[in-house]
């Protein structure tokens, strides 16, 4: 009787780790098409350009506003 014990409690830990495999993959799944499906209907051969943020250091408190030769350089690129 003890080895059924055993067998038992074996099958149920297998059967819970697979149960909690297939819930991890499942939960970052659905992040992952609502991302995709957002880049999707804004285009890949998009790029949004907003003035005043710099990349980087949030400290450095410094505004830069883009200027028309910010705007010509950016219909030079491919």
Do not use: C, W
């Not at 400290?59 to 883009?66: A, D, F, I, M, Q």
């Amino acid at each position: 009787t003890s080895h059924r014990l055993r067998t038992l409690l074996t099958m149920l830990g297998i059967i819970i780790g697979i149960a909690s495999v297939v819930s991890v993959v499942a939960l970052g799944e659905g992040p992952k098409q609502r991302v995709l499906s957002q880049i999707s209907t804004i285009g890949t051969n998009t790029i949004s350009v907003y003035p005043g943020k710099d990349f980087g250091d949030m400290r450095s408190g410094r505004v830069r506003t883009l200027v028309p030769r910010d705007a010509d350089a950016l219909a030079e690129q491919p």
